[in-house]
Each structure stands twice: as structure tokens, then as C-alpha cells.
């Protein structure tokens, strides 16, 4: 055994090679799983007491021996294969490879998330199929307003002979869900898909996305409405940003203003995109109505809050200028990956 261990030990250490199949070869014959080493340890196992001790030793220094020759020979093929193999030209470009980007709806979407959150908002949802409770009746909506008209809602089912199932038109019947179910006080914002019976063209659309905003407890007042607002305004289109409230009239609020602020393309000054005046709209606004907090079951002698809801299609319009709003839902490559730098 000695001498066969010799032998291969000579063998062993004289091989070099700079070719990966003959030092697979290599591999194969000494550290194999039917190789030598293999077969001297089988042999190892028949001989005597006295023997072994001697022989396990020559035996795994041996064993090592062979290892050790192959991956010093493994690691000289790898680095010469990245320098000097002839078929990698490592100096030419790598592939270019294409980065996706974020639909420009999505990055308003988190970036009113992310103000909201800094604020200690938190995001609320709910279904887009509603029943008339949730989308109109909580909410204060006479039984006769014209919002419940078939012209502007996309009414699904009839209860009782009425309409009742339908596409909620607003991302307020997220609010009274959340009112419903929780204890104020509540400070969240709804963003969601919205539906209206629109025809569609480059100023409207049948579906739009909303983000709503609801913030009840004691003692909120119209001054924290402005404030959130103005705040949020400074955030989303920067620091001297101008803001003004118009009245205005919601079911589910009162008072209810109407927001706008300084022309985010002209700074004030009159461009197309405010038709000249300096101001464009972004959001309705208002005190809950104690109607709607007594609907959702809360106590409206201890509460207070207010809402606001804007569109997300308006902001993204203020911000990259996208003109028509039908480019939104279409999904032409084209205009999509105008917004891959936003991303990164
Ligand atoms: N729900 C209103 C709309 O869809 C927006 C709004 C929300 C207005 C909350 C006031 C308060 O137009």
C-alpha cells in the first residue's frame, strides 16, 4: 500500500496542466467517488490494528496532497479564464437593459401617501362596488340630488324596486366604513379608483382616482383643515406655494370650501393651464357634517372633524402637464416610460 500511495504521490505532484478537461480528468481519477483515494480508503478498511495508525495518517496526507494540487490548478485556469482567454473581450460595453418605470399616477399616489404618513395619517380602503348607504344616504345625499342620477352613477342592482348596488363615485364611502366600524379618533386618507358616468374624452373620464382625507376628534376646527391643507400644498408642489378657499357646497360637509392654489406652471402669473387667472383647483373641502357623523354612529356634541378629496389625475396634470386624460389608461409605452427618472 505504501508504495502504491508513493507512486501516485510522485504522479500527483509532477501534473500540471492548463486545459479544464484534463484537469477534470484529474478530479475524476485521485478524488472521484470511484476514484483512488476512494479505493485506498476501502483497502484501508481490511488491514490490521497496527497498520492503521501508520497508514491513516499517510493516507490522509495523501488525500490532501491531491487536493490541494487540484485547486491550486482550478484556480489558476479561473483567473487566467477572465484575463487572457482569447474568446472574452472583456473591454467591450456590457448589454444595455432596459429599467421600467412607474405610471405617473402611482408616483402622486405615494407621494400624497408619503406627506399624509409624515403627518400621521394612515391609509384607509375599501370596496369599489358600494351600496347606496355607504356611496350617498350616510353621506347626507337628499334623496333627490342629482349625483344619484343615472347620468353620473353606474348603478349595478335595484333593491326593492330602487337603485341600490352601484360603482362608488367617491372614495367617501371608505370614510363612513371607517367610521362605522372604528372609535375616533380617525385620521386617514382613502385613495382608490372611482366611477362616474362620463363620456369620455380628454377632459373626463368614466373612471378617475381619488385620495380622500378624513380627521375626527375633539375639537377640530376649520383652522386645522387649512393648515393640513397649506402644509400638504408646501409639500407636494413646493415652498411658496399660495393657497385660497372659495365656498362651496358638498352634501356631506359643512361649510365646504373649495381649494385652490397658485398656478403650479406659471407661479401665478396666467398661462393656459390656469386659463389666465393664476389659480387652478385642487381639492374640495369641508367640516363633517353632524348628519354624517350621527349617521356612522358618533357622538357629533363630542366631535368634530373635517375631509377633503382631490383627484389624482388634476395633481399628476399640475405636475408633469399631461393634457389629456385618457394618456392615463391607455398604457402606450411612450408615454409611460417618460416617468422612469421619477423612480430612481
Ligand atoms: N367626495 C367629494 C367628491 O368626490 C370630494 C370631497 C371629499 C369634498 C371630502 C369634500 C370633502 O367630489
Redesign the pocket.
Given at each position: 500500500m505504501q508504495n502504491k500511495i508513493d507512486q501516485y504521490a510522485a504522479e500527483i505532484k509532477a501534473f500540471a496542466t492548463a486545459k479544464a478537461d484534463e484537469l477534470e480528468a484529474f478530479r475524476i481519477k485521485f478524488l472521484g467517488t470511484k476514484g483512488i483515494i476512494k479505493d485506498l480508503f476501502e483497502e484501508f478498511k481490511t488491514v490490521g490494528p497496527e497498520e492503521k495508525r501508520t497508514f491513516g495518517k499517510v493516507l490522509n496526507e495523501f488525500k490532501k496532497l491531491a487536493e490541494t494540487k487540484y485547486n491550486e490548478l482550478k484556480e489558476t485556469q479561473n483567473s487566467e479564464l477572465t484575463t487572457q482567454n482569447s474568446d472574452l473581450d472583456l473591454t467591450l460595453p456590457g448589454d444595455g437593459f432596459n429599467v421600467g418605470s412607474r405610471h405617473p399616477l402611482s408616483l402622486v399616489r405615494n407621494e400624497i401617501i408619503d406627506i399624509f404618513k409624515r403627518l400621521g395619517f394612515v391609509v384607509a380602503e375599501g370596496p369599489e362596488i358600494e351600496d347606496d348607504w355607504h356611496n350617498f344616504s350616510a353621506l347626507n345625499f337628499p334623496e333627490e340630488h342629482p349625483a344619484r342620477d343615472m347620468q353620473d352613477t353606474f348603478f349595478i342592482k335595484k333593491n326593492n324596486g330602487k337603485d341600490d348596488i352601484a360603482l362608488r363615485t367617491?372614495t367617501?364611502s371608505v370614510q363612513v366604513r371607517m367610521m362605522e366600524h372604528g372609535k375616533p379618533p380617525f385620521r386617514a386618507i382613502m385613495p382608490g379608483r372611482v366611477y362616474r358616468n362620463e363620456a369620455i374624452s380628454a377632459r373626463a373620464h368614466c373612471f378617475f382616482h381619488?385620495v380622500?382625507g378624513l380627521y375626527v376628534d375633539e375639537n377640530v376646527s376649520f383652522a386645522d383643515l387649512k393648515q393640513t391643507l397649506y402644509h400638504f400644498v408646501q409639500e407636494l408642489y413646493g415652498e411658496g406655494t399660495k393657497v385660497r378657499f372659495r365656498p362651496s357646497y358638498?352634501p356631506?360637509?359643512e361649510p365646504?370650501a373649495e381649494m385652490d392654489v397658485s398656478c403650479t406652471i406659471c407661479g401665478g402669473s396666467g398661462c393656459n393651464m390656469c386659463k389666465y387667472s393664476g389659480w387652478v383647483e385642487i381639492l374640495?373641502?369641508?367640516m363633517v357634517d353632524p348628519n354624517v357623523l350621527e349617521n356612522c354612529g358618533i357622538d357629533s356634541n363630542k366631535f368634530t372633524g373635517f375631509?377633503?378629496?382631490m383627484g389624482m389625475e388634476r395633481i399628476a396634470n399640475l405636475k408633469y402637464v399631461i393634457r389629456d386624460l385618457r394618456l392615463f389608461s391607455e398604457n402606450d409605452s411612450r408615454f409611460l416610460k417618460q416617468f422612469t427618472a421619477e423612480m430612481l
Amino acid at each position: 500500500m505504501q508504495n502504491k500511495i508513493d507512486q501516485y504521490a510522485a504522479e500527483i505532484k509532477a501534473f500540471a496542466t492548463a486545459k479544464a478537461d484534463e484537469l477534470e480528468a484529474f478530479r475524476i481519477k485521485f478524488l472521484g467517488t470511484k476514484g483512488i483515494i476512494k479505493d485506498l480508503f476501502e483497502e484501508f478498511k481490511t488491514v490490521g490494528p497496527e497498520e492503521k495508525r501508520t497508514f491513516g495518517k499517510v493516507l490522509n496526507e495523501f488525500k490532501k496532497l491531491a487536493e490541494t494540487k487540484y485547486n491550486e490548478l482550478k484556480e489558476t485556469q479561473n483567473s487566467e479564464l477572465t484575463t487572457q482567454n482569447s474568446d472574452l473581450d472583456l473591454t467591450l460595453p456590457g448589454d444595455g437593459f432596459n429599467v421600467g418605470s412607474r405610471h405617473p399616477l402611482s408616483l402622486v399616489r405615494n407621494e400624497i401617501i408619503d406627506i399624509f404618513k409624515r403627518l400621521g395619517f394612515v391609509v384607509a380602503e375599501g370596496p369599489e362596488i358600494e351600496d347606496d348607504w355607504h356611496n350617498f344616504s350616510a353621506l347626507n345625499f337628499p334623496e333627490e340630488h342629482p349625483a344619484r342620477d343615472m347620468q353620473d352613477t353606474f348603478f349595478i342592482k335595484k333593491n326593492n324596486g330602487k337603485d341600490d348596488i352601484a360603482l362608488r363615485t367617491h372614495t367617501s364611502s371608505v370614510q363612513v366604513r371607517m367610521m362605522e366600524h372604528g372609535k375616533p379618533p380617525f385620521r386617514a386618507i382613502m385613495p382608490g379608483r372611482v366611477y362616474r358616468n362620463e363620456a369620455i374624452s380628454a377632459r373626463a373620464h368614466c373612471f378617475f382616482h381619488q385620495v380622500e382625507g378624513l380627521y375626527v376628534d375633539e375639537n377640530v376646527s376649520f383652522a386645522d383643515l387649512k393648515q393640513t391643507l397649506y402644509h400638504f400644498v408646501q409639500e407636494l408642489y413646493g415652498e411658496g406655494t399660495k393657497v385660497r378657499f372659495r365656498p362651496s357646497y358638498f352634501p356631506f360637509t359643512e361649510p365646504s370650501a373649495e381649494m385652490d392654489v397658485s398656478c403650479t406652471i406659471c407661479g401665478g402669473s396666467g398661462c393656459n393651464m390656469c386659463k389666465y387667472s393664476g389659480w387652478v383647483e385642487i381639492l374640495g373641502c369641508g367640516m363633517v357634517d353632524p348628519n354624517v357623523l350621527e349617521n356612522c354612529g358618533i357622538d357629533s356634541n363630542k366631535f368634530t372633524g373635517f375631509a377633503f378629496g382631490m383627484g389624482m389625475e388634476r395633481i399628476a396634470n399640475l405636475k408633469y402637464v399631461i393634457r389629456d386624460l385618457r394618456l392615463f389608461s391607455e398604457n402606450d409605452s411612450r408615454f409611460l416610460k417618460q416617468f422612469t427618472a421619477e423612480m430612481l
